[in-house]
């Protein structure tokens, strides 16, 4: 699929990104409030921007780690066969985790990374992601915080690319094909 031309409507503001990732850390830290330590795994790539934000509203002692779990190609097309290409630095068992994605889609990427750290024995296994399309999903998968439910558009910006492009992006916006 060559798309080569396309525009990019804003969807969510950067203003409206800032003040969701403030209410979601407050919900988050007040969950929390009890840990000794919250390790923050961030889902590679697409999470570094939020998990950035994130973190840094987050009134509670953190660690962060990532885990990179092969998702799209250079299509829009959701591939159903995960894996992972980088497995987190640190141990879990015993821990507190909060998982940080950045779209749940079809939801076999955070299903699968939740059943691999499951298996790990963590204390708390909690998940954050920052725009959930509830129409596209195929496993029974649900974030426990959501930043925003959207609708079945691609979208790209604050971290999230179209062919590794746009992630600089400060708001989120839909991609529409013009050829
Ligand atoms: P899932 O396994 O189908 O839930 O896909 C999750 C991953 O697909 C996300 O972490 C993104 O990396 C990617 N993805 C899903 N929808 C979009 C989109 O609209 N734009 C860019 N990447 C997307």
Redesign the pocket.
């Known amino acids: 699929m060559d798309h080569s031309n396309y525009e990019i409507d804003e969807m969510i503001s950067a203003k409206s990104i800032a003040a969701r990732v403030e209410t979601l850390a407050k919900e988050i830290s007040a969950y929390f409030a009890d840990t000794d330590k919250l390790i923050v795994v961030g889902?590679l790539?697409?999470?570094f921007v939020f998990i950035a934000d994130l973190v840094r509203e987050l009134d509670l002692p953190v660690e962060v780690d990532f885990l990179e779990?092969s998702?799209?190609g250079n299509t829009?097309e959701?591939?159903?066969e995960?894996r992972i290409l980088k497995d987190l630095r640190g141990e879990i068992e015993g821990r507190d985790i909060l998982v940080v994605?950045?779209?749940?889609?079809?939801?076999?990427?955070?299903?699968?990374v939740l059943h691999l750290l499951q298996s790990r024995k963590p204390k708390r296994l909690m998940t954050c992601a920052l725009?959930d399309?509830p129409s596209?999903?195929?496993?029974g998968?649900k974030a426990d915080w959501t930043g925003f439910e959207?609708e079945d558009?691609?979208?790209?910006g604050y971290g999230?690319?179209?062919a590794q492009r746009n992630r600089n992006l400060p708001h989120i916006g839909?991609?529409r094909f013009t050829s």
Do not use: N, P, Q
């Open positions: 889902l790539r697409g999470s779990a998702s799209y829009t959701s591939s159903r995960v994605e950045d779209i749940v889609d079809t939801g076999h990427t955070l299903d699968h725009l399309k596209r999903r195929e496993t998968v959207i558009k691609f979208v790209v999230i690319d179209y839909a991609v």
